[in-house]
């Protein structure tokens, strides 16, 4: 089955609105982390998160570990929070991170 | 200061040639990474080395081959390039045997015509 399930998989905001992005993980992953890529292609670290909630500005996220999943809040969103995001976990018993197929936000001026 | 860089950053190449794409990180970090993102932005793990050894080997030809001459330096050669090869391959490394906190690369975009 899926390792680790996003959703939505496309957004479309408006300057200003507050979104919440999910991320459902199976028993054998672990050890969440949440990237942004950029529409230039570039991923970056955002959260490493696996459990409990974390803030960095407009961003937060909030893993329940017990109950398998993870969430990214952004606030206030801008146009340059346009990209995907993905959120990864850890696979039990490897070195692996396994990849969610990631949710497409774009942020309308 | 660039943590994790690659290069070409894009390489435009004809079926059947060989080509290689190089990574270094300067993060004192001792595994590294290769990824493949496709045309649907899906990203999968092909190889990665801890202090030079190879520890994950996904399913992937074997006209793929990793180098790792050093901690610091992950190179990936592709033999006899194919169409299906055409996508942007992501370095990345991280700290000990802890794929979490991985910090990637710009990536290199790859397009066999």
């Known amino acids: 089955g899926i390792q680790v399930e996003q959703s939505p998989p496309d957004l479309i905001l408006q300057e200003g609105a507050n979104s919440t992005l999910r991320c459902n993980f199976s028993?054998?992953?672990?050890?969440l982390q949440w990237f942004h890529q950029n529409p230039w292609g570039q991923l970056i670290n955002l959260f490493y998160?696996?459990?409990g909630t974390k803030q960095n500005g407009r961003l937060s996220a909030t893993t329940v570990a017990t109950e398998r999943y993870s969430l990214l809040y952004i606030s206030s969103s801008q146009t340059t929070d346009s990209g995907v995001y993905f959120c990864?976990?850890?696979?039990?018993?490897?070195?692996?991170?396994?990849f969610g197929s990631g949710t497409r936000l774009l942020v309308r001026p | 200061d660039t943590a994790v860089s690659q290069t070409p950053k894009y390489l435009v190449t004809q079926m059947g040639n060989d080509k290689s794409i190089k990574c270094e990180q300067n993060?004192?970090?001792?595994?590294m990474y290769w990824y493949k993102q496709d045309s649907k932005k899906f990203l999968k793990i092909m190889f990665s080395?801890?202090?030079?050894?190879?520890?994950i080997n996904e399913t992937v030809p074997n006209r793929f081959s990793p180098k790792s001459p050093d901690k610091a330096h992950l190179n990936l050669h592709i033999n006899s390039l194919e169409l299906g090869d055409s996508a942007v391959y992501f370095c990345?490394?991280?700290?000990?045997?802890?794929?979490?906190?991985?910090?990637f690369g710009p990536g290199t975009r790859l397009t066999v015509t």
């Open positions: 990864a976990g850890k696979m039990d018993s490897s070195y692996k991170l396994i």
């Open positions: 080395y801890n202090n030079k050894e190879l520890i």
């Open positions: 993060l004192g970090h001792d595994t």
């Open positions: 028993d054998s992953v672990n050890n």
């Open positions: 998160i696996p459990s």
């Open positions: 990345a490394s991280s700290e000990g045997l802890k794929p979490y906190e991985q910090y």
